[in-house]
């Protein structure tokens, strides 16, 4: 695997951004958390080949950028299919903040199972790459791998124990079997392809060590409300139904759903899930659901714009017009609180 970013300082120096304090925001709807043990009895499977040498190069042309009403999109992703989001400072706020947001509702924990010492650990999508950062520095023995198809949003100083690379999580994972105690899978239900998730799953399995852990975090773009007056007339729920037309046949937006499921088919045992409401404001009574949801504010707004903007206009082909009309409508459902959205 080719390690672009870290090993070539002109590229880092291109794209590295000062990381400006975290600003407290917020996200969508509910989320589920999922992780399994792969074989309850079976030893550990001692590995011998270091997890680099496991994986296929990849070459510059995953930095070359386009550009759709404003935004940065990463070429290889558009052209592709691959992924409909964008790359720039602006998503890199967002994942800051939905970062920060998963924190708050986490507890600080960054990974749920009961592993001690890991030795080695895969992130599939790592993004900005704040929670292998974490994990990295938190297990200073233990060597943390990203992948991701876009090296751009990289942290700017990075732990000796910490690799991010460039690969594509759509294409068979080539890493030894048995290599990783852990892997994490957050947030790509916009990455993996719709007919990929069986197959992604079996290949996590198998990247996995007998008796070591994958862990799953999905969120599920289908906003409701607690009291039920949101109608299927309101811009969040026509956003909402929107969103996933618009990604029919290419990526599963419902995955979050689907997890545990996917997960016991693929041979995971010891299965485990949760769903969890996610505010999009500060309208809960309880007051640590309150602050979630405070926190939360922000990744909402940002994300009924990131997302949207470029399936809406070209795969559904709605004028950019009345794409801004409703997501300046959705954004002020979202933010009041008589609706209680989550
Ligand atoms: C929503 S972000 C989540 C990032 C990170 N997992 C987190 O929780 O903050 C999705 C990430 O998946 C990456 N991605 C999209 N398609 C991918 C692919 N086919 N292979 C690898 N990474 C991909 C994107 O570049 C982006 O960084």
Redesign the pocket.
């Known amino acids: 695997m080719e390690c672009l970013l870290p090993d070539d300082p002109v590229l880092r120096d291109l794209f590295r951004r000062v990381l400006s304090d975290l600003v407290v925001p917020n996200s969508p709807l509910g989320f589920i958390t999922i992780w399994q043990n792969r074989n309850r009895t079976a030893e550990d499977i001692k590995m011998t080949t270091h997890a680099e040498e496991g994986t296929a190069a990849l070459d510059t042309t995953f930095l070359e950028t386009t550009i759709y009403h404003n935004r940065v999109f990463q070429s290889y992703?558009i052209d592709n299919l691959?992924?409909l989001?964008p790359?720039d400072e602006e998503e890199e706020e967002r994942?800051h903040i939905?970062?920060n947001v998963f924190r708050m509702i986490f507890e600080g924990r960054l990974i749920f199972a009961p592993i001690d010492r890991p030795r080695r650990i895969l992130d599939l999508?790592?993004?900005?790459g704040?929670?292998a950062l974490e994990v990295a520095e938190l297990h200073g023995r233990c060597e943390v791998i990203g992948?991701?198809?876009?090296p751009t949003?990289q942290p700017q100083e990075m732990p000796a124990n910490l690799y991010l690379q460039v690969?594509?999580?759509?294409r068979r994972f080539s890493f030894n079997p048995h290599h990783f105690d852990l892997v994490q899978s957050?947030?790509?239900a916009?990455?993996v392809h719709t007919n990929r998730w069986a197959q992604y799953m079996r290949d996590m399995l198998r990247v996995t060590r007998p008796g070591g852990w994958c862990q799953m975090i999905e969120l599920y773009h289908n906003f409701q409300s607690d009291n039920g007056t949101l109608t299927p007339d309101h811009a969040l729920s026509q956003w909402s139904a929107r969103y996933i037309e618009s990604m029919e046949g290419l990526k599963d937006l419902r995955a979050a759903t689907r997890l545990p499921n996917l997960m016991r088919e693929a041979g995971f045992v010891d299965v485990e899930s949760r769903m969890i409401p996610l505010p999009t404001c500060a309208w809960s009574s309880e007051q640590r659901d309150s602050e979630i949801g405070a926190a939360n504010r922000e990744n909402v707004q940002r994300l009924l714009n990131t997302l949207a903007i470029f399936p809406f206009t070209e795969r559904l082909n709605i004028p950019i017009q009345d794409v801004h009309l409703l997501i300046a409508q959705a954004r002020l459902e979202a933010d009041n609180p008589a609706f209680k959205v989550s």
């Not at 992948?147 to 876009?150: K, P, R, S, T």
């Not at 690969?167 to 759509?170: L, P, R």
Request: one cysteine or more.
């Open positions: 992703a691959a992924y989001v790359i994942l939905m970062h999508g790592h993004g900005t704040s929670w992948i991701d198809i876009c949003m690969d594509d999580v759509n957050r947030m790509m916009g990455a």
